[in-house]
């Protein structure tokens, strides 16, 4: 830094100014005597001018300034000149004397610190000077120069009314900056004199240098004071409009104020829960690793990395965020790729099927069969299979016996009461709660993409206004489309084609034809009492009594003891029931033993009166003798078949055919079909054909409160109709089934097993059948097609050869039903087809 | 140091700019004594030959110049806290002060003015 010493100090002679002017008048204003110019070192200021009667802290940092202000510490009395530099000049790094003003001020260094950047100085400015020669430019710039006077006030009235006017509009702008320190209130305010108020509010307000440098430059008062009056009020008009701005910023801040602090609570809240938002940054991350493990097919892969994107872009609080992360979790546990090694071994297949069911062995030849097919062709579409049968046959129990046979996982679903297309199918992730269909779920719970999926009771799935579930297993069970099955929640294909699908149904009816159409269909008829007897025996009667806390030591069951159970109290065609039966006796014995009143029991026939009361079911026994106009029937349930009879009477003086007893359409038709007919052939069947003007006859299929309805009646009907017209008895040991026609031909009907059984059990011994239902034969268990007497009809009137009786001289009154005891007190559905 | 920088900072807060009177105005006690006034000003540094001294009615007028005398070739400033300036200081006494004799006299760097009247 240069060394700027300047001797001779400007100012030796003010004192002797001083004792020349008596009035205190010339000092108030003189550092140096006006119109006297002298010599000193120059300030040049960029953007600032400095006023007379002001206190202004400058920092010095430039090497001219440093000079200069080095050089006015090195005089007396630390006077300097400060003139500001020309606002289109003030780019320059360090500016000249040709960049500056004329006219700039006198100040007084009152204090000077160094400090990093070099000095910082406070600066008292005293008064207004002009340059009036140059004569120095480096190291610092040095001039001669003359004090100006203060302006001079011209019209007095003028510039004390205007100065009024500027302390009113100061207290208005006052108002507006609530941070003014209070000793620059005082001062403006407490202000007196009309020229130092202007040279003040000049240095506070933000006006510019060339605004700034005319005020200073002005030489009266009325032209300084109108020059900051005008300033003043632009001033205040920007500052008023400001505040108005910043006061409606201020509400919008208040609002983004709260939301911040309450985020920030929240935040804070979620950090207490252990779900701040490094937490939630790691979930995503491990999500992103999780994903690029993950076996995924490519649009599965692709669809993925989108969503993830999309999560690591929302706050963890937005509505979305859980969705997609839920979304992602479950594409991750989808088997998309993964699928269990099938290993088929037929003849261990063969075994399975055999350890885990007894009988049903066409059931099992048809499911070996369909297995060898797979066996062969590994590629091939799986077969859909539908089992048909009566509760408790063991339908549910076959599909996992054939997912273990195949070394495949099991999974079941039952459709029974699904009503909403939705529920197979899923909702689609806009909803709220959206979640897959149950497929797609039970495809997760199973873990691989080929399981068997019992679909069970698709019988019973509804359908209403919210869709029609059995249109989207449509579209399930079609091995066309299925390999690229679009669940609404996913939205991505998945390969359902490698899905061994396995349903289930009590009946065949309810489902619609084309989803029929679909699959194989397996008929489980319900088991004989032979077969009841040989599962109780080996998987019923074992399994509840170790599940009763007993070993076989301790409960011995006899085959007739069973026996009795199946046919005296309980009622079924599967073995459920008989399960639960067998369960409640192994309960008692258990008792008995706990209270150590017997080591070991073994339950006979004749215990179990004593096991489980007096018997529940009188099985519909076929009747020692049948009055005339009563004909014994089979009938098809989905419990499996029952016996029923078909009781009809004259009515003297009556009209037409009266039918009772819960009979549907099809069924009175076939009654009227069967008066019809034998009206038509009265003669041939020697009856008096006045019978049927002069009696009314009442039809009743006893029980009343079981709705029946079906064709097959049709051949009972008739044999009744003509037993009561003959007077020819029909034979008790003998029962029927089939359709008829108008012309006298005998149609076939359907479940001829069950009925066969249902009047074995019944201890018929003759059954009169279709002719073209002899192939349905098969299906009848050997041992109980041994002790049946089968005659195969095709017309009426082989039938009524069959079944009644050669001649009866007087026809007994009807019989109340004395042969019969009482029925299963529920109502149930009995529902005969033909 | 630290006076320093609490002004600067103080300063610095708001406007930069503070006003102020033209000319250094230091500070006075004044003593009323049974034959007249003293008037003590705390004025070091100034040469009495310098100082100017003036009774106008009931206003007493103190002017003057405080000057850095002992800058010498070859200082260099590091610091400056003291005021040097032309000064006025004007005290007015509740009644006018006639045929008082003007004493002036420096003790421990404050200048002392007796004002006494003559008769007393």
């Known amino acids: 830094m240069p060394e700027p010493i300047e001797n001779a100090p400007p100012a030796t002679e003010t004192p002797a100014a001083g004792q020349q002017t008596p009035a205190s008048e010339d000092l108030r204003f003189a550092t140096q005597t006006p119109g006297q110019p002298f010599e000193v070192a120059v300030l040049a200021l960029q953007n600032l001018t400095i006023f007379p009667e002001t206190v202004v802290p400058l920092g010095i940092g430039r090497p001219r300034s440093l000079a200069a202000v080095e050089a006015a510490l090195a005089t007396p009395e630390k006077l300097l000149s400060c003139i500001t530099v020309r606002p289109d000049r003030s780019d320059d790094t360090d500016a000249g004397s040709k960049d500056l003003y004329e006219v700039g001020t006198l100040v007084m260094i009152k204090r000077m610190e160094r400090v990093a ?83 003040f509010l000049g240095s506070i307000l933000n006006l510019g240098v060339e605004e700034e440098q005319r005020m200073l430059e002005a030489n009266t008062a009325d032209e300084l004071v109108s020059l900051a009056h005008a300033n003043l009020a ?82 963890p609080a937005a509505p979305d965020y859980h969705v997609i992360r839920t979304y992602l979790e479950f594409i991750l546990e989808l088997p998309w790729l993964k699928s269990s090694e099938s290993k088929l071994d037929l003849a261990e297949a063969r075994r399975i ?24 062709r590994p590629d091939t579409k799986s077969p859909i299979l ?173 085959d007739d003891a069973i026996e009795t159970i199946a046919s005296l109290y309980t009622r079924e065609a599967g073995v459920r029931q008989l399960e639960r039966t067998i369960g409640s006796v192994a309960r008692k014995v258990a008792l008995k033993i706990a209270q150590a009143q017997a080591e070991t029991v073994t339950v006979t026939g004749n215990d179990l009166r004593d096991y489980l009361g007096p018997p529940r079911f009188y099985p519909e026994q076929a009747r020692k003798e049948l009055p005339a106009g009563v004909a014994t029937g089979m009938a098809w349930t989905e419990m499996g078949g029952e016996v029923l009879f078909i009781e009809a009477t004259l009515l003297p003086g009556g009209r037409g055919l009266t039918i009772t007893g819960q009979l549907g359409e099809v069924m009175q038709e076939s009654a009227r079909a069967a008066q019809s007919y034998l009206w038509s052939h009265a003669a041939e069947f020697g009856i008096d054909s006045s019978i049927f003007k002069d009696f009314g006859v009442h039809l009743h299929v006893p029980a009343g409160a079981i709705p029946k309805d079906g064709p097959s009646a049709g051949v009972t009907i008739t044999s009744a109709l003509a037993s009561l017209y003959t007077g020819r008895r029909v034979r008790p040991d003998t029962a029927m089934t089939g359709e008829i026609t108008l012309s006298g031909l005998v149609f076939p009907i359907g479940g001829v097993k069950e009925k066969v059984l249902a009047a074995h059990r019944a201890g018929i011994r003759r059954i009169i059948l279709p002719s073209r239902n002899e192939a349905d034969v098969e299906d009848i268990p050997e041992d109980v097609r041994h002790e049946l007497q089968l005659i195969f009809v095709s017309g009426i009137a082989e039938v009524l050869d069959a079944a009644l009786e050669v001649l009866v001289a007087n026809p007994p009154p009807i019989m109340a039903d004395a042969a019969r005891g009482g029925r299963n007190p529920e109502p149930e559905p009995l529902t005969v087809k033909g | 140091m630290r006076n320093t920088d609490r002004e600067f900072s103080l300063i610095r807060t708001d406007r930069r700019v503070v006003p102020s009177g033209r000319l250094w105005n230091p500070a006075a006690d004044v003593y009323r004594v049974a034959d007249g006034w003293v008037v003590k000003v705390d004025l070091a540094g100034v040469c009495s030959d310098e100082l100017e001294i003036e009774l106008h009615d009931s206003f007493l007028s103190i002017r003057g110049c405080r000057k850095d005398t002992h800058y010498r070739e070859g200082f260099v400033y590091h610091q400056m806290e003291i005021t040097y300036s032309r000064f006025e200081k004007s005290i007015q006494f509740p009644d ?9 006299d420096y003790r421990d760097g404050f200048l002392i003015i007796n004002l006494r009247s003559e008769q007393g």
């Open chain 2, 96 to 104: 006018r002060i006639e045929g008082a004799s003007i004493r002036q």
């Open chain 1, 386 to 558: 539908l089992f048909v049968g009566p509760p408790g046959v063991g339908k549910t129990s076959l599909g996992r016996s054939i997912a273990r046979a195949l070394g495949r996982q099991f999974e079941r679903m039952s459709l029974g009461g699904v009503r909403d297309e939705a529920e197979l199918r899923g909702h689609r992730r806009t909803y709220i709660g959206a979640m897959p269909g149950r497929i797609i779920q039970s495809i997760r719970r199973a873990g691989v993409n080929n399981p068997v999926l019992m679909l069970d009771e698709i019988d019973k799935l509804g359908n209403d206004y919210r869709g029609d579930p059995a249109a989207a297993l449509l579209e399930i069970l079609d091995p066309q489309q299925n390999n690229t099955f679009r669940d609404h929640y996913l939205d991505l294909p998945f390969d359902l084609s490698k899905i061994f699908f396995i349903a289930t149904a009590n009946q065949l009816g309810p489902i619609p034809p084309p989803l029929r159409d679909r699959m194989e269909t397996i008929r489980l008829a319900g088991y004989s009492d032979r077969e009841k007897l040989e599962i109780a025996r080996r998987y019923l009667a074992p399994r509840q009594t170790t599940e009763n806390g007993l070993n076989n030591a301790q409960l011995k069951i006899t």
């Open chain 1, 234 to 315: 632009r001033e205040l008009e920007i500052m008023q409009l400001r505040s108005k701005i910043a006061s409606e910023a201020q509400t919008e801040m208040d609002k983004a104020q709260r939301d911040y602090v309450l985020r920030q609570q929240m935040r804070a809240i979620q950090k207490e829960l252990g779900e701040d938002e490094t937490g939630e940054a790691a979930e995503t991350e491990l999500l992103r690793e999780r994903l690029e493990k993950a076996e995924l097919p490519d649009e599965v892969r692709a669809e993925a990395d989108r969503e993830l994107k999309r999560l690591q872009r929302l706050p």
């Open chain 1, 353 to 376: 099927l055999d350890e885990d069911h007894y009988g049903l062995e066409d059931v099992k030849e048809r499911i070996l069969e369909f297995l060898a097919v797979i066996k062969l």
């Open chain 1, 117 to 199: 950047e070099g000095m910082r100085i406070i600066a008292q400015g005293t008064e207004r000077i002009r340059v009036v020669e140059w004569k120095q430019e480096d190291p610092h710039m040095r001039a001669v120069v003359e004090i100006l006077p203060e302006p001079r006030t011209v019209d007095a009235e003028q510039v004390e009314a205007t100065k009024r006017n500027l302390q009113q509009m100061i207290q208005d702008a006052l108002a507006l900056l609530p941070n003014v320190p209070p000793e620059v209130r005082i001062a403006v305010l407490g202000s007196v004199d009309a020229v130092r108020l202007s040279y």
